[in-house]
């Protein structure tokens, strides 16, 4: 699939057109991926934020990108993980999909995700790996207008898990729209 790709680095520095936040409900600011994001963006990303009014989980919202290379951001709000009986798959998957429906939405055709709940909130990376697979890979499926998306890992063990876990599910798959 070369619309897709599994990429170790620092998402701050991404040059896509729209990098995804792994956010809280309030959407103003915390650490992991979020902290990173709103240091280097800069306090008019926070400004911004003010005016969304939060942001329920598995749902996602745009800002610009301000000091990044980025022109946008996708703030999404994964869920925290409570042993897996919470319905804690089904939103993670909605949190790919509605910031991917928000990226066609806005003719953004390139987006880098990170490993959505995977620090602070607690999801083990072995589990995330084929919620995140999987619903990236359905909705590239469907929307050509998408041309590029990356799982950016922060380390090698996480990008590890997540590729061993692509070959496993996809591997042989020939699908010449992806
Ligand atoms: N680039 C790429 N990935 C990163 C970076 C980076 N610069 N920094 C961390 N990661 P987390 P969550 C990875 O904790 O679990 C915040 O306080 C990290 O290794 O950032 O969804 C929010 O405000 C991990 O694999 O997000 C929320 O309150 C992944 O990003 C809460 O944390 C996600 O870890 C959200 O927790």
């Avoid at 409570?82 to 990226?103: D, F, I, K, P, V």
Wanted: with cysteine.
């Amino acid at each position: 699939m070369n619309r897709f790709a599994i990429i170790t680095g620092d998402l701050t520095q991404s040059d896509a057109e729209a990098i995804v936040n792994a956010a809280n409900r309030t959407l103003l600011g915390g650490g992991g991926v979020d902290g990173a994001i709103h240091r280097a963006a800069g306090p008019e990303l926070l400004a911004e934020c003010r005016t969304l009014h939060g942001c329920a989980t598995g749902e996602a919202k745009v800002t610009r990108g301000y000091r990044l290379k980025a022109r946008y951001v996708i703030h999404t709000v994964g869920p925290v993980w409570q042993g897996g009986n919470a319905g804690e798959a089904a939103l993670l998957a909605a949190c790919y999909r509605s910031s991917l429906e928000a990226a066609s939405a806005r003719g953004i055709a390139t987006v880098d995700f990170p490993s959505i709940s995977t620090g602070i909130f607690g999801y083990p990376v072995p589990l995330a790996a084929p919620v995140a697979l999987r619903a990236i890979w359905s909705y590239l499926e469907d929307h050509p207008e998408i041309q590029r998306v990356r799982m950016v890992c922060h380390t090698e063990d996480a990008a590890r898990i997540y590729r061993q876990t692509y070959n496993a599910l996809f591997a042989g798959t020939k699908d010449e729209r992806l």
